[in-house]
């Protein structure tokens, strides 16, 4: 930034923050502090919360005003004023999404979800899964709309008394009932008898369906029904998935392909190599952090599942389709990957009888293992037998490769949740732009520990995606299972399980 820009008055910076709230990246830190210039910048976009001064965080207006417009500004609340039931019952009022993304204990807060319902029937959809089965609940939300229903959990549509509550504060909710309770004449002449207002018409063609079998199912939600929801759930899904397979692609192509140069001499030393990953790990999640969060790891989406699944809106079935996104970016990128020119330069003709050669077999090892930076153990190019390294096959045992690839893993993850977490004050929001930067470095550092054992995978899209390409090359049991076996390679996975321990650890310590 030139002087002329720092010297600019504060009259000139206000001005430009009214224009774009995105001048506040580099307008000096004293507008931060100002209740009016952070109201306006909040108006325009709830991410503007982010750079308020930490006394602006716990004031009300400032906070609501920007949770209008985006729920997820509720991230930048001050920790206090998020942690207030009041103050989220508010929010809610402003933007219902907000019980979307509040902390877990909010949406299992009976009497707050209760009280959100009041404001508006559809904070059901984001109330706890056991409360969605509180027939007290429910009905309060069916009081006031009977397609509340739809946010009940079906079991409910098959109990006999909560149904007939229902159906006697709404006759609409006829529409729900279960299987079970639609040939239940009984249960209507109940209703009927008990004074419920449900028009004859409604009444005639409900028991004529009955006696012709031929009950409707529950209706399905509307659009009007998610009207509150800022995009289409499966658009925003899709996004994610391309996201992540886009960032893990990055992955593969700076990562792998910088292996794939030391074909040619381009490096020295592992600490080359070991920066250019890390390097390719910050740009990827700089780039698709936005659009899915840059997982860009099965192993640390597993551990958000295990971990926080709430926080961040993990499913058994959003899991699945983000690690299928993950191994099909590292399957695709690794087709543009340097490395087969040089592999071509090395190998000499292959056929099918010279891989299944033992001998053949640890040389292609050694040429795939480089190309395609696919996790071996011991790493060829420092064995003895094909490299200048300390180490023989024997040597690093396949419970070894597996627990060094676990214990990296949980390393890599024990950052990632420790820098990511809200509760964490060491980085304030200016400095959360580098946090994608400290997650590249921590995998820069732990490369040169750990890759001369295994090859450090830790992330198990970057290696088996190549893997998938080996195989699909010609390179057989070279490439699925490994000479040594695949199995070591779930590593990561074991790693990530043993986070959910380091996690408890990790909140009970930031809670103190």
Known sequence: MGPAMYAMD?????????????????????????????????LQSGQALSHASEELRGVRSVALAAIRGDATALEFVSPQLALDTTFILEAAAQNLRVLEVCDAEHREDRELIRAAIKQNWNALRYAAPFLRRDAGVCLEAVQQHWRALLHCDEAMWSDRDFMYQAI????????????????????VLEVVVG???????????FAEQLNQ?????????????????????????????AAEAIGTGLIVLFGCGSVCATLSGAYSGV?????????????????????????????????????????HGMTVVKCSGVCLALESGGFSLILESPGFDGV?????????????????????????????????????????????????QDDVSVFGALMTEAWGTLILAFVI???????????????????????????AVLLPLYAPITQAGW???RDFGPRIVAALGGWGEVAIPGPRSGFWTLGPDFGCTSKRVAALRRDVLMAC
Request: hydrophobic share 40%; glycine share 8%.
């Open 417 to 443: 949740f420790g820098i990511t977490n809200g509760r964490n004050k060491v980085l304030g929001s200016a400095e959360r732009v580098g946090v994608p930067f400290v997650i590249g470095m921590t995998v």
């Open 168 to 187: 006697r504060c709404r006759w609409q909710s006829f529409q729900f009932l279960g299987p079970d309770l639609r040939e239940d004449h009984q249960l």
């Open 213 to 241: 079998g031929k009950v409707a199912a529950a209706p399905k939600e509307t659009p009007e029904d998610r009207r509150l929801s800022c995009k289409d759930d499966r658009i925003v899904l899709l996004r994610a998935l």
């Open 10 to 42: 504060l009259a000139a910076w206000r001005a430009a923050v009214e224009c774009d709230w995105r001048v506040l990246d580099v307008a000096p830190k004293e507008l931060c502090a100002e209740h009016e210039v952070m109201l306006s910048a909040v």
């Open 195 to 205: 004074g419920a207002c449900v028009p004859a018409q409604a009444l005639c063609n």
């Open 344 to 392: 071509d330069a090395l190998e000499d003709p292959r056929t099918t009888s010279s891989v299944a050669s033992p001998d053949r077999s640890f040389q292609l090892q050694h040429l795939v293992s480089n190309s395609e930076n696919m996790g071996y153990f011991p790493n060829p190019g420092l064995s003895k037998e094909y490299g200048s390294g300390p180490y023989t």
């Open 271 to 311: 600490w080359q190599v070991a920066a250019v990953w890390g390097l390719g790990v910050s740009l990827a999640i700089y780039c698709t952090a936005e659009a899915s969060g840059a997982h860009l790891n099965p192993a640390v989406t597993l551990a958000f599942l295990l971990v926080r699944p709430q926080a």
């Open 459 to 461: 992330n198990p899209a």
